[in-house]
């Protein structure tokens, strides 16, 4: 999975600058060591891919820093009732993916739970933590408020020898969950909360995924991470703005370990209209069925983008054509799509298909007579090759490209109307049969000899519509699933979000599509003439039984509306 030329390096932004200015100085043997640490409890989405290229993109792009340049994948597994498997798998796939390469430094929290424990024991032996022993509410009234300061908490002060011999004990499985807790002993009155005696230890009797039951107290996140990123030689670790509060704790960790010390670096979310990022709300809709699944392509997540026929390369370009920065923004979904048609204008071949299909007979073109058209893939790249595309008696074409009752400004069909039949002929539609309830079934057409080929006819005459259409016989039946946004507002983050679900943000149509498109392999993308971009699914398409995924249409239709 290559990146091009015009995306191999991103331009500078105030990590690169701190960067810069860290190797200048020789700052940490003059080496760049990123980590991207997901929780393993859901999958990735499109903001932990804002991440994922802004971590893997600095190792790449630092390279040749004399102390090295690298970025670590870390599965942040210290809450052992919520990750999986799963999504470890599913994780490192879309890294993959997206182009990005861990090669060797695959790593997990949980592999340092000794080593947090050792550390912890030697806060203990200094005497910067203690075993509390407080309800978890005697805790929350002790805090404190943002104006108030917090109050000491009776266990405090406990020697030493007796938090050693009680955290010895909580390890080896003594006491309830809930029970006690390990805090850091800094300063109930900080006007900083997170400084306040912060949990470090919880005591929790939970099978975990990789250590099994080997333990039954599971470290705090801010105990945890910044202890791996020192451990693992982390020279600037990098996370968003919610976490800026919790730097003071980062380098009171590392300053009284006395460890090495990354340098936490804080940056604003990626924020999308039109949908919900929270991994939270994400697990409700798969687990309340409103979606198929993680991987449904109306999802955020990079699997689901994936599905829905996202490319790779889209969708790193969009993150890079959004930045770096500290101010808090959410970006217009449009902007996203823009991207994907953007790439797939460019690398999607055309294809015709016909998702409401409407019977055209041309009544001037005999029964058993077919001939072959040789459309290009392509319109600006001759590179990508022709196919070839029967034409015969009986065709299809859009239910809507065709009006009875046509204002001026519709140039498609109608009666007595000419067009442009894509790649073919120029067609005149004499007659429109009705059922008994007056709909439109089918269509009496004739071509004119002299177009074929599409081309302009000798007397001058002109056509302003072209149109696209397949031909009966030769047709592919195709499940098209046309999907549309999953939100129909633009902050469903604000209120309840169920609330805000679009009820039509999928139609699964039966369509007729060009016998090119029996070939096509799953996950194959093209553009169908006229209708948008679309893949083949990367589970249920088969030749046997093909299923195409609309992944954008050819403009934005949600501007016009709004
Ligand atoms: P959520 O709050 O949705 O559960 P999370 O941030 O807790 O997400 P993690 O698995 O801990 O999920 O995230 C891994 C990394 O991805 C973290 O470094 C986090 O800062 C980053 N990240 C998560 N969401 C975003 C986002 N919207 N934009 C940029 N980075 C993000
Ligand atoms: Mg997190």
Redesign the pocket.
């Known amino acids: 999975m290559g990146m091009s030329q015009d995306e191999a390096r991103t331009p500078t932004n105030f990590i690169r600058n701190i960067i810069d200015e860290d190797l200048k100085n020789g700052k940490n043997g003059a080496a760049v060591v990123t980590r991207?640490?997901?929780?393993?409890?859901?999958y990735?989405?499109?903001?932990?891919?804002?991440?994922?290229c802004?971590?893997f993109g600095l190792a790449r792009d630092y390279a040749d820093a004399p102390g090295g340049a690298r970025c670590h994948l870390r599965f942040?597994d210290t809450n052992p009732v919520k990750e999986e498997q799963e999504f470890i798998d599913a994780i490192k796939e879309d890294l993959q993916w997206l182009g990005f390469d861990w090669g060797k430094h695959e790593y997990y929290a949980s592999d340092y739970f000794q080593l947090l424990y050792d550390y912890a024991v030697q806060l203990i032996q200094d005497g910067k933590a203690y075993v509390d022993d407080q309800t978890a509410e005697e805790m929350r009234e002790n805090r404190g408020t943002l104006t108030e300061a917090g109050t000491n908490s009776p266990y405090r002060d406990r020697p030493i020898e007796e938090n050693l011999d009680l955290f010895e004990r909580m390890k080896n499985g003594e006491f309830p969950d809930g029970s006690r807790v390990l805090r850091a002993k800094i300063d109930m009155a900080s006007p900083n909360m997170n400084l306040r005696d912060p949990a470090m230890y919880r005591i929790l009797h939970a099978h975990h995924h990789r250590t099994g039951d080997k333990w039954c107290i599971y470290p705090m996140y801010d105990w945890a991470h910044g202890q791996s990123d020192s451990k693992e030689g982390i020279t600037h670790s990098?996370?968003?703005l919610?976490?800026e509060a919790h730097r003071p704790l980062y380098d009171w960790f590392c300053e009284n370990l006395k460890i090495h010390h990354p340098q936490q670096i804080e940056?604003?979310?990626?924020?999308l209209s039109y949908t919900v990022?929270?991994?939270?709300?994400?697990l409700q809709l798969v687990q309340d069925g409103h979606v198929a699944g993680w991987d449904d392509p109306r999802m955020p997540t990079v699997h689901g983008l994936r599905r829905r026929g996202y490319t790779a390369a889209a969708i790193r370009h969009f993150i890079e054509s959004h930045g770096v920065g500290k101010a808090d923004s959410r970006i217009d979904v449009s902007v996203l799509e823009q991207s994907l048609r953007d790439d797939l204008d460019k690398t999607a071949i055309r294809r015709m298909a016909v998702l409401d299909p409407l019977k055209v007979v041309i009544t001037n073109y005999p029964e058993d007579e077919e001939e072959w058209f040789e459309p290009s893939n392509h319109p600006k790249d001759p590179e990508m090759g022709k196919r070839k595309v029967p034409f015969s008696r009986e065709l299809y074409i859009e239910r809507d490209d065709f009006m009875l009752d046509a204002p001026k400004k519709f140039f498609r069909l109608s009666i007595g109307k000419e067009v442009r039949f894509r790649s073919a002929y120029w067609v005149t539609c004499h007659e429109a049969i009705t059922d008994e309830y007056g709909n439109v079934v089918e269509l009496h057409c004739t071509v004119d000899p002299e177009t074929r080929g599409a081309k302009n006819p000798s007397d001058g005459r002109k056509v302003k519509g072209t149109i696209h259409w397949v031909s009966a016989k030769h047709a592919v039946k195709a499940e098209v699933r046309v999907y549309d946004r999953l939100f129909r507002t633009d902050n469903p983050e604000k209120g309840d979000f169920l609330e805000d679900l679009n009820p039509d943000s999928l139609e699964v149509k039966e369509a007729f599509v060009e016998p090119a498109l029996a070939e096509a392999q799953r996950e194959d993308r093209f553009q169908f003439e006229r209708t948008g971009y679309f893949v083949a699914d990367r589970f249920d398409h088969s030749k046997k039984s093909p299923v195409f995924n609309k992944a954008v249409g050819l403009r934005d239709t949600w501007a016009k509306i709004s």
């Open positions: 991207f640490p997901p929780e393993p409890n859901g990735l989405h499109i903001g932990h891919a804002k991440s994922i802004l971590n942040d990098i996370c968003t919610e976490f940056f604003s979310r990626l924020n990022m929270s991994k939270r709300k994400l």
